[in-house]
């Protein structure tokens, strides 16, 4: 790894900014995700800051099964994310579909059909709890790779 | 049936002023009257229902019954729900657009357009909806017969193809 990808890297793990997207969830892995932003669990004290662009993005957070509609979008959200990036898969439908997959709305097999995905983390909602053992456990094996 | 005095005037005027149109009209129940329209006359039946106080299109639901496809549009007044039904042959399905009456409709029609493959005449065209854009042309995934095995086999199909 180069000096300068490495200072880069070292800059994200320490400030992960963060992007949710919904691509076609019942909700309730959004408010979730909300929750763990949120003062309850309040993960900005970290770093941690939820962003309105791809462009200003380190993580794509995604909850939900891919529509057949929103799986272009999401692709093109995904390439407009700087390098570095990571990708997040948000309860049961991201990981897998969910009961969703096989419908005709969805593309079947879930999110990593779509785009590559570094944490699955399951829940029907996920708890903010494990969103944010996610998010350690990515810096953890990420920084374990730079060493 | 006296205790349903407004059901009944309205089963009754519908019925009389639509000779020939309106069949299998009856109160099932208290506060719903169900009846049945041919599908050329519709937006008529509608325009017409709007002037005697039904002012507002609940929803329109599509069905499939094998035969014959069709809708129902559920309007209601301050009181009444009125389930008006039009059904149409699968053979060539076609229903004429009520968005001269009710503006609001055009998802429902398109919705069965693109879901239960009944032809809307008058609809302007426009984007899909609710289906994907790129969702295969002259599947219709409501109809009883269209099974998702098919369509997911031909998808994964597709997909080993284009690797």
């Given amino acids: 790894m180069k000096t300068i990808d490495k200072l880069i890297t070292t800059a994200l793990l320490k400030s992960p900014w963060i992007l949710h997207f919904n691509s076609g969830a019942c909700n309730g892995c959004d408010i979730e995700v909300v929750d763990a932003l949120t003062p309850k669990y309040d993960v900005e004290r970290f770093g941690i800051v939820l962003k309105a662009t791809p462009r200003h993005a380190d993580i794509l957070v995604v909850s939900g099964p891919v529509t057949r509609q929103q799986a272009k979008r999401l692709k093109t959200i995904y390439d407009q994310m700087p390098d570095p990036k990571f990708v997040m898969a948000i309860g049961a439908c991201g990981c897998s579909g969910g009961v969703f997959d096989g419908c005709y709305g969805v593309v079947p097999g879930g999110l990593d059909h779509v785009i590559p995905v570094s944490v699955y983390i399951p829940g029907c909602p996920v708890r903010p709890e494990a969103i944010i053992d996610g998010v350690v456990k990515m810096i953890q094996s990420v920084e374990a790779t730079m060493k | ?11 009754t005027a519908l ?55 069709g809708a129902y549009y559920h309007l209601n007044n301050s009181a009444l729900i009125l389930n008006l039904k039009v059904k149409t042959p699968r053979a060539n399905p076609v229903i004429p657009s009520i968005l001269a009456v009710f503006p609001v409709a055009v998802s429902y029609e398109k919705e069965l357009e693109d879901t239960l493959g009944i032809k809307v005449e008058g609809l302007p065209p426009g984007r899909r909806y609710p289906l994907a854009e790129d969702f295969p042309v002259g599947q219709y995934p409501l109809r009883k017969d269209w099974k998702v095995e098919d369509y997911l086999a031909a998808e994964a199909a597709k997909k080993t193809e284009t690797k």
């Fill in chain 2, 15 to 69: 019925a009389a002023k639509f000779h020939g149109v309106i069949t299998n009209a009856e109160v099932r129940r208290r506060n719903r009257v169900w009846a049945e329209a041919a599908p050329a006359a519709l937006p008529e039946v509608l325009a017409w229902l709007k002037s005697e106080g039904f002012h507002y299109l609940s929803t329109v639901t599509g069905f499939d019954e094998g035969e014959n496809l």
């Fill in chain 2, 1 to 11: 049936m006296t205790e349903f005095i407004n059901e009944e005037k309205i089963k």
